[in-house]
């Protein structure tokens, strides 16, 4: 079962623990990471898989069109799991454009690279010859369950869920997800979507709020708390969403979402 995939965004917090469970799950599959190492990215985090035969990394940023037909050209992948964005909602108040280019151009400029390469395809199926895996090519986007805006006090999102972004962050990540729905309806790429709540565990960025707050606790700082802190989010360990996100890109139904959440619900404020 031959696959090439390209997964951007690999040396982030989620994107390391899926280029990990893809390089050790499957051993076929020519992994190519792509990524810019912007200061979110860190090829630390993929220290143990670096010298696998089926992993190759790709520095590059998803804003150059030149270097993604590049790589689109010389690897031929089947399949792309993009999880390659501007992720930080604190960094989105602060410079809300730079979020628009990665997450809204950028997310588009890769759909017109999948696009360009896959419309050579015959018309009999979304397969490249060279993949002889019997699955069918696909764009997967990894997306927030931040674009339907805040959880109540009870009840969950559904794929169902009126989109309902208030943060630059989460608005740019809504529009990513429309893009990528826009070039499946008009364009006929075979793409899926998953919108993940919180993620947590190895590798979380110091600056998010789990990492930060056991940091200030250990050095006896004040933890700092947003708003009335009484907003609900839900919570899920990252290689549970790795492992989420492999049933997806081999599962899922071309054209559709998967909601992705642990049943594990906090306000930021509890007691
Ligand atoms: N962290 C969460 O709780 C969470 C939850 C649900 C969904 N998501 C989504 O999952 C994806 C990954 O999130 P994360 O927390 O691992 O992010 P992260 O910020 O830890 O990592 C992002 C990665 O993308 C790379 N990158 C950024 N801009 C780039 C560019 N222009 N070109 C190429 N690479 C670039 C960075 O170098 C980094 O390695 C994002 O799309 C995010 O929206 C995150």
């Not at 031959?2 to 893809?22: D, K």
């Not at 270097?67 to 031929?76: A, C, D, H, P, S």
């Not at 990492?211 to 250990?218: E, K, R």
């Amino acid at each position: 079962m031959n696959r090439t995939i390209i997964i951007t965004g690999g040396a982030g917090f989620i994107g390391s623990h899926v280029v990990r469970l893809f390089v050790t799950q499957y051993p076929n599959y020519k992994i190519i990471n792509l990524d810019a190492l912007t200061y979110a990215g860190n090829l630390e985090n993929l220290r143990d898989i670096e010298n696998a035969p089926n992993y190759i990394f790709e520095k590059v940023n998803i804003l150059d069109t030149a270097e993604l037909e590049r790589v689109f050209n010389q690897y031929q992948p089947d399949g792309v799991i993009h999880l390659a964005a501007e992720s930080h909602v604190d960094r989105s108040i602060v410079s809300p454009l730079d979020f628009v280019y990665t997450n809204v151009i950028g997310t588009v400029n890769l759909l017109n690279a999948a696009k360009n390469l896959w419309s050579k395809l015959p018309a009999s199926g979304h397969r490249l010859p060279t993949a002889d895996c019997g699955l069918p090519t696909r764009f997967y986007h990894v997306s927030t369950d931040e674009v339907y805006g805040a959880l109540g006090d009870t009840g969950f999102f559904t794929e169902e869920t009126k989109y309902d972004p208030h943060s630059p962050y989460s608005a740019s990540k809504a529009s990513s997800d429309h893009f990528v729905r826009a070039y499946h309806d008009t364009y006929g790429l075979p793409v899926v979507i998953s919108n993940c709540s919180n993620n947590y565990g190895p590798n979380h960025f110091p600056e998010k709020l789990i990492p930060l707050f056991i940091n200030n606790i250990i050095h006896k700082k004040p933890l700092p708390v947003y708003g009335d802190g009484l907003y609900t989010r839900d919570w899920l360990y990252v290689k549970d969403h790795a492992a989420a996100i492999d049933l997806v890109f081999h599962k899922g139904k071309t054209g559709d979402t998967y909601n992705i959440g642990g049943f594990n619900e906090w306000k930021i404020l509890t007691w």
